[in-house]
């Protein structure tokens, strides 16, 4: 039997500390499928084609540890409007939804495309500016050199491709309940996240 819980959201929304959480919570496996299209974008930006790399996502590329840049942020949404490219991803995700002892997957379709039938559906969100800045707090503590106007800047141009793509644009789905953490500490958008998880009745 699996328990999937679906989350989407825009850029540094906080979908991954969310979902983390989730995961230690209630004993499911956690997939970033931010990750997948980033590793993606990274080979792309060594060269390499987009679909080409996106049919031959190994771990190791998973395991990268400049994935979290944001060239390589830029890099992953421009990959991630193609059709060709999310298709080659779909079938790994929603087989790691189907782990028996439960899922948890975040990114921006998986309500919408991946796990439409998922027990429970998030979109988490916050202002731009909340965000943008999470994401620079999060970036310059890991020795980045930015600035928070660049950062905004990089959220937004995000935000607008991943919403106004043709394929699987970024879209609070049908029947997902929104989290508007731009008013909240991190406790308390993760207690609001686990107690939605509980009111569909966990296994
Ligand atoms: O952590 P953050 O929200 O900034 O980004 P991410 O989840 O790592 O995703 C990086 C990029 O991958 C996004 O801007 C999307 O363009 C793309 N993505 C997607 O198209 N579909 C997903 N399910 C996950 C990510």
Request: glycine share 8%; with cysteine; hydrophobic share 45%.
């Amino acid at each position: 039997m699996s328990f999937v819980v679906a989350i989407d959201g825009p850029a540094a929304a906080g979908k991954g500390t969310i979902s983390r959480a989730i995961a230690a919570h209630f004993g499911f496996q956690h997939l970033d499928t931010g990750l997948l299209y980033r590793a993606v974008g990274a080979r792309v930006e060594a060269g390499e084609d987009a679909v080409a790399a996106a049919r031959t996502l190994t771990p190791n590329d998973m395991a990268r540890d400049d994935l979290r840049t944001p060239a390589i942020a830029a890099a992953a949404s421009r990959v991630a409007t193609r059709p060709e490219v999310r298709q080659a991803l779909v079938e790994f995700q929603q087989s790691f939804a189907r782990l028996p002892q439960g899922a948890v997957l975040d990114g921006r379709d998986i309500c919408s495309v991946i796990c439409p039938d998922a027990e429970v559906k998030l979109y988490v969100t916050a202002s731009a500016e909340v965000r943008a800045e999470r994401r620079y707090q999060e970036l310059s503590q890991s020795g980045m050199s930015l600035t928070r106007e660049g950062v905004l800047e990089d959220v937004l141009a995000r935000d607008a491709r991943d919403m106004g793509r043709a394929d699987a644009p970024l879209v609070a789905a049908p029947g997902a309940t929104i989290l508007d953490t731009s008013q909240m500490g991190i406790d308390e958008a993760v207690a609001a996240a686990i107690a939605e998880v509980e009111r569909a009745g966990p296994p």
